[in-house]
């Protein structure tokens, strides 16, 4: 899980939020003049989502998948910070309570669910979220094993992530696939520098790139930020 720096809300979603008796529910349909490839209205909720993805890289907010997913799996969904059953229709709406996420094997059992599936499926009281990706300081504390296991020295954030999001989930190889991800970084870099030392100052460049991409970032980026900060001692 890494930090989501908010953008510009779209315009779209102003503008309906100020309609009478505007809900988030009836985003889905809520029509605009923007059209797709075929020329078909799109409605605020996909214009809203498609936001959410490009200022995320095209991860998920939580567990750092790519999003949208491969054919045939829901693209993504929108994600409350605040659960919409504790929050009003003004929060609801609200563009800085959202994120986006994938679809968190939406079909499975509870315990094989992750990110916003798996929390919707908990008792409300435990859904409260400690962790939060638009909060750098609730990100201090998680770390990431070799193993790729993600944890945090907080009890409240690695429950958060152990359980309300079951970003460890073994049905879904989570941590098999973060492991994956950062051997193959280390594979690069040896290709790069064979039987050498690599220098800091690459290390380095590779962090700040890894930190400062936007349009379409790694996915599983923050197991790779994590072993490039220890390497450097950032």
Known sequence: ????????????????????????????????????????????????????????GQLCAYCMKRIPERKGRPAATIEHIITQSDSDESMR?????????????????????????????LPKNRQILYVNPLKKASLK???????????????????????????????????????????TLQQEINMKYPGRTVPKEYFLKLLDKLQNETKLKRPYVGILIHWLKKKTGE
């Open 1 to 56: 899980m890494i930090e989501i720096k908010k953008g510009k809300e779209p315009s779209e979603l102003a503008k309906y939020r100020n309609l009478p008796n505007a809900s988030y529910q009836d985003m889905h349909g809520a029509l605009t003049d923007k059209t797709d490839k075929n020329g078909n209205l799109i409605d605020v909720y996909s214009i809203v989502l498609n936001s959410l993805i490009n200022e995320q």
């Open 93 to 121: 709406l609200d563009y800085r309570n959202m994120l986006a996420v994938c679809s968190g094997n939406r079909n499975g059992a509870d315990n094989e669910k992750t990110c916003d599936a798996r929390r919707g499926s």
């Open 141 to 183: 504390t998680i770390t990431y094993g070799s193993n790729g296991i993600i944890s945090s020295s907080d009890c409240n954030i690695n429950n958060n992530l152990n359980d309300t999001l079951n970003l460890n989930c073994s049905y879904v190889g989570l941590a098999d696939l973060r492991k994956t991800a950062l051997t």
